[in-house]
């Protein structure tokens, strides 16, 4: 049974809200120099469309030096969304989103990778995400993280035989209702995210994408 339109479109929103020993190791194993694109092919329920992410200049944050990636879908009315990351010593932070219900902070910045990545490692963030100019405006979010073993990915691109799977289990308090968002994700140093699934309450696959472009700029 396919979930109605709204509420996948809600989702879809509320996930991006959500998505290594040492610096080094981080900004290699998520590469984020600008103007780098990936593009993936992306079934929702049987329908079939492209998801773009691309790498900008780096913008300050709440003080922080943050690099900011465009999401952007074709032939499906979803709106442009920008993720901010702050690579730290041991850490991909993620603390603010911008999309086209406005501008979010994380606080506080939530933790989105934490290394190193070894199967079996977790962490949680809880905090909320904050409309920036209006303190008053919030959602209390928490984020649940687990690294899992590696597993082989094919993608046309390439074949990946050990990405590392991360899953990601998010709350979100819209107000007064708990909304529960189950997602994989599996990355490959020196590539990025290769392939991502999200699941519905029940554990269904609503959404596969898997890199079929990628273009990095050195």
């Not at 929103?13 to 290699?28: P, S, T």
């Not at 032939?75 to 603010?96: G, H, K, M, S, T």
Request: with cysteine; glycine share 6%.
């Amino acid at each position: 049974m396919k979930m109605p339109v709204k509420r996948m479109l809600l989702i879809l929103f509320l996930l991006l809200f959500a998505g290594c020993a040492g610096q080094n190791e981080a900004k290699n194993f998520l590469p984020l120099t600008p103007g780098s694109l990936w593009i993936y092919d992306v079934n929702i329920q049987g329908e079939r469309t492209d998801m773009q992410v691309e790498v900008g200049q780096p913008r300050e944050v709440e003080g922080k030096n943050a690099i900011p990636l465009s999401y952007s879908y074709n032939r499906l009315a979803l709106p442009i969304q920008v993720e901010y990351y702050v690579i730290e010593d041991n850490a991909i932070v993620f603390p603010r989103i911008d999309n086209v219900q406005g501008q979010y902070l994380k606080k506080p910045f939530q933790v989105f990778l934490k290394f190193p990545l070894n199967p079996g490692a977790k962490w949680e963030w809880t905090g909320n995400l904050v409309t920036m100019g209006n303190d008053d405006e919030k959602t209390r979010a928490r984020v649940r993280v687990e690294v899992n073993e590696a597993e082989k990915v094919v993608t046309p691109v390439a074949t990946y035989p050990k990405a590392v799977k991360i899953s990601f289990n998010s709350v979100f308090d819209s107000n007064g209702t708990d909304y529960v968002i189950k997602e994989d994700r599996w990355y490959v140093r020196d590539v990025g995210m290769v392939k991502e699934v999200l699941y519905d309450e029940e554990g269904e696959e609503i959404m596969v994408a898997v890199l079929k472009k990628i273009e990095k700029n050195d």
